[in-house]
């Protein structure tokens, strides 16, 4: 009987991560289909009692679940439990274990971003939702000294920096209200800027104005799109990335997870890349209009 394996969100349309898992299920002969499933928030446990049953090898959680999944988990691993975040769930028998595959995914894109340069030590975090969560974690464990995270409503940024207050104890991990001249301020001290915010996600803008990005910055939006940002981060000179590379690797960690077999990777990455070329949106990042994704950066 073929597996099911679903992606639960708000919104999953189009989602790239389907054409991605579906290709490397049919390489690998895994008789499995890969669903998308559009629950609102209310529909979200109903939603994670129906994969408890046989029919499924697992799901991908995504925006705006990340959290919210977590005390609907039987287990958590290590990392969903230091994130506080799960995006790819596995099943052993009726039991329900939560992993964090945003984790190894954002550290690839991390080094893909820094390259051969030295690691910096300081960054910028816009947003404060799962994805954040899994990029701040990211951050922690390659030794930053300095992390500060601005959000839109600033308790959750707040709740995100006492979750890691343990592990980030040796550090300097701040929430700042979201106000332009205090982020153009601690702009000016930091080398890494990722936006972990959906801003961008379905319109073409951006949560900052292109004027405060200076050349020296390496800037990384989640979102898999050529968005505003990273246009203009581009137009100042910075170096910046999408978030093609993240998608990919939690997506292959997340198919590892699933089958218990090496994702193909290379075939992926293809499958992505013609997704995009098709036109498909992603649910980890829905172009901002024709002509930003006609040209998405890769
Ligand atoms: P969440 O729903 O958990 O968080 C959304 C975040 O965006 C919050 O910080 C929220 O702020 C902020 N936000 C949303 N709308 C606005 C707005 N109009 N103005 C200011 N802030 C806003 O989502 P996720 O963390 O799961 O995802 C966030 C983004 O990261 C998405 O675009 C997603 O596609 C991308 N992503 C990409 C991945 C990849 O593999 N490339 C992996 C994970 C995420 P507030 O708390 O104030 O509402």
């Known amino acids: ?13 189009h989602s790239l991560s389907g054409a991605m898992q579906q290709a490397a299920f049919d390489d690998k002969g ?24 046989e029919a499924f090898l697992g799901a991908n959680v995504t925006i705006p679940h990340k959290e919210r999944v977590v005390p609907l988990m039987d287990r958590l691993t290590d990392e969903a439990q230091a ?14 274990i939560g992993h964090n595959t945003d984790v190894p995914g954002f550290a690839a894109a991390l080094d ?26 990211g951050l922690i464990r390659v030794g930053f000294q300095r992390v500060v995270i601005f ?15 343990r592990s980030a104890a040796h550090m300097d991990l701040k929430a700042m209200p979201w106000h332009p001249s205090i ?3 601690e702009l000016a001290k930091t080398r890494i800027l990722v936006n972990a915010t959906s801003i961008g ?18 800037v990384l939006d989640l979102i898999y799109n050529r968005t505003r940002l990273l246009r203009d981060a581009e137009a100042a000179g910075c170096t910046a990335r999408d978030g093609e590379t993240m998608l990919l690797h939690q997506g292959a960690a997340a198919f590892t ?23 498909l949106r992603s649910a980890e990042g829905e172009p901002a209009g024709d002509e930003p994704a006609a040209t998405a950066a890769g």
């Open 1 to 13: 009987m073929t597996k099911r394996v679903v992606l639960i969100g708000h919104p999953v349309a």
């Open 30 to 53: 895994i008789d499995a289909a890969y669903e998308l499933w559009d629950r609102a928030p209310i529909a979200l446990p109903d939603a994670i009692a129906e994969i408890r049953s």
């Open 83 to 96: 994130t506080g975040a799960v995006n790819t769930i596995t099943r052993e028998g009726r039991r329900l």
């Open 112 to 137: 893909q971003l820094v390259g051969r340069a030295k690691m910096p030590r300081q960054a910028l975090v816009l947003g404060a939702g799962g994805g954040a969560r899994a990029v701040v974690y």
């Open 151 to 165: 959000n839109r409503h600033l308790h959750r940024a707040e709740g995100l920096v006492k979750h890691f207050g």
């Open 183 to 185: 982020i153009e301020s």
């Open 201 to 218: 996600l379905t319109g073409d803008q951006s949560p900052l104005p292109g004027a405060v990005l200076a050349p020296e910055l390496l």
């Open 257 to 279: 997870l699933w089958t218990g077999q090496p994702a193909p990777l290379e075939l992926m990455a293809g499958a992505l890349a013609a997704a995009r070329a098709g036109g």
